[in-house]
């Protein structure tokens, strides 16, 4: 008996080292934590890469939303208060038992992956929007950074690529019945973190800290400007 506990304690750590560590759901806020329970709509950040989906994660959670996230991507250069992503998200179209955990939570979905999302749950989605050419730039300031080549050449595919998923992606949130949307700008939310917050808080209906949700923007991190 002893040694078969033991190599299941072995095989157990072995799937964790493969996985990363489980979900977790975390909120920093100067008031409550928002409560929450199994059956609540599950709160979702999207949008195109680079395009404000950490720094919204960030403001709902400092209002008090648990944010649903595994801290396997770490912070970096790029993104220096954390990438607020749950890597069991890659998997949804064919494990979504992550799901099972995020009713009440807010967790961040590329905006490719909303359309493998289950149905039989309402999703409340807020949908982050950017200057395609803000995108551009921040992603080819990142991939520089990683030394990876090919991005600069490629530019014009990728933005015609982004124009069809995103507009593939919004035509999917109006035909699904279960889904509401809120587009939220990037932009905007730099040049008036409390009408944004506000805004969020009042389509989302949840007791959220709106000064802690505005103070949570840091306009330094807004690097690459349209010109």
């Not at 709160?43 to 595994?70: C, F, K, N, W, Y």
């Not at 595919?157 to 939220?184: F, G, H, K, M």
Request: aromatic letters at 4%.
């Amino acid at each position: 008996a002893f040694h078969r506990k033991r190599a299941d304690s072995l095989r157990n750590a072995a799937a964790r080292r493969r996985t990363g560590p489980g979900p977790r759901a975390t909120a920093r806020s100067a008031g409550q934590p928002v409560d929450r329970a199994a059956d609540d709509p599950v709160t979702i950040v999207s949008g195109l890469p680079r395009s404000g989906t950490s720094l919204m994660m960030q403001m709902l959670e400092a209002g008090g939303l648990p944010a649903l996230t595994d801290g396997v991507r770490e912070a970096d250069d790029d993104n220096p208060k954390g990438y607020y992503e749950l890597e069991a998200v890659k998997r949804t179209a064919t494990d979504d038992s992550w799901l099972d955990e995020a009713g009440g939570c807010v967790v961040k979905v590329v905006h490719a992956l909303l359309r493998v999302l289950p149905e039989g749950r309402d999703y409340r989605v807020v949908l982050m929007r950017r200057d395609l050419d803000e995108i551009l730039s921040s992603q080819s300031v990142m991939l520089d950074r990683l030394c990876r080549s090919g991005a600069a050449a490629a530019q014009k595919e990728i933005r015609r690529a982004y124009e069809e998923d995103l507009l593939a992606t919004q035509r999917w949130v109006e035909s699904q019945p279960n889904v509401r949307c809120l587009e939220v700008w990037y932009r905007d939310v730099i040049d008036d973190p409390a009408a944004q917050a506000s805004r969020v808080r009042e389509f989302l209906g949840d007791a959220l800290d709106e000064p802690a949700m505005a103070a949570a923007v840091d306009r330094s991190l807004y690097r690459q400007k349209a010109r």
